[in-house]
T-cell receptor, first 113, second 115 residues
Framework: AQSVTQLDSQVPVFEEAPVELRCNYS??????LFWYVQYPNQGLQLLLK??????LVKGINGFEAEFNKSQTSFHLRKPSVHISDTAEYFC???????????FGAGTILRVKS | DTEVTQTPKHLVMGMTNKKSLKCEQH?????MYWYKQKAKKPPELMFV???????INESVPSRFSPECPNSSLLNLHLHALQPEDSALYLC??????????????FGSGTRLTVV
């Protein structure tokens, strides 16, 4: 079975500062990794995904993530955040060719002016 | 059309009521999912339908009854719910089972309150 640990429940950051949201996973098999964003009272929107190949994945809204197999991590980064990036971010994992998406507990990103 | 549409957006129901949540997609996706999200928690899988057949039931109580009338539509029938069932119910779809590489497309959810 797969599991996901998001190491920070909340991350406060000032506008235009860089941010990193941390995600570690555990699995005995190959996995796919995803980051989703959820704005208040809304559903989840896919930011980016890692399937295979290049370990640096670029997504929407200027976000990127790096897959590190040796450290079983998939941290999300943005070089300069905006107020509009304030939301909850979920890291998720599924088994390669699997049928179930397992979410981490979420990290609330609070961007302050 | 690249959306998953859920109706209603909000629902308040009594513990003796029967209600249904509806989810619709026109992307040709063949797998559809129901997730439950309690406040300040991640989404938890409830049911998976693949090619209109129920393939996963995550030991969900029988007061929740899913139905997939066709490849575009997914319903969740609710009966005799408890206040602790109050949550955001999210529907999602994907191109197919075993093809989670494409990620899931989520709807905006139905906020359910049981009184």
């Amino acid at each position: 079975a797969q599991s996901v640990t998001q190491l920070d429940s909340q991350v406060p950051v000032f506008e235009e500062a860089p941010v990193e949201l941390r995600c570690n996973y555990s699995s005995s098999v190959s996995v796919y990794l995803f980051w989703y964003v959820q704005y208040p009272n809304q559903g989840l929107q896919l930011l980016l995904k890692y399937l295979s190949g290049s370990t640096l994945v670029k997504g929407i809204n200027g976000f990127e993530a790096e897959f590190n197999k040796s450290q079983t991590s998939f941290h999300l980064r943005k070089p300069s955040v905006h107020i509009s990036d304030t939301a909850e971010y979920f890291c998720a994992v599924s088994q390669e060719y699997g049928n179930k998406l397992v979410f981490g507990a979420g990290t609330i990103l609070r961007v302050k002016s | 059309d690249t959306e998953v549409t859920q109706t209603p957006k909000h629902l308040v129901m009594g513990m003796t009521n029967k209600k249904s949540l509806k989810c619709e997609q026109h992307m040709g996706h063949r797998a559809m999912y129901w997730y439950k999200q309690k406040a300040k928690k991640p989404p938890e899988l409830m049911f998976v339908y693949s090619y209109e057949k129920l393939s996963i039931n995550e030991s969900v109580p029988s007061r929740f009854s899913p139905e997939c009338p066709n490849s575009s539509l997914l319903n969740l029938h609710l009966h005799a719910l408890q206040p602790e069932d109050s949550a955001l119910y999210l529907c999602a779809s994907s191109q197919g089972m075993g093809l989670s590489s494409y990620g899931y497309t989520f709807g905006s959810g139905t906020r359910l309150t049981v009184v």
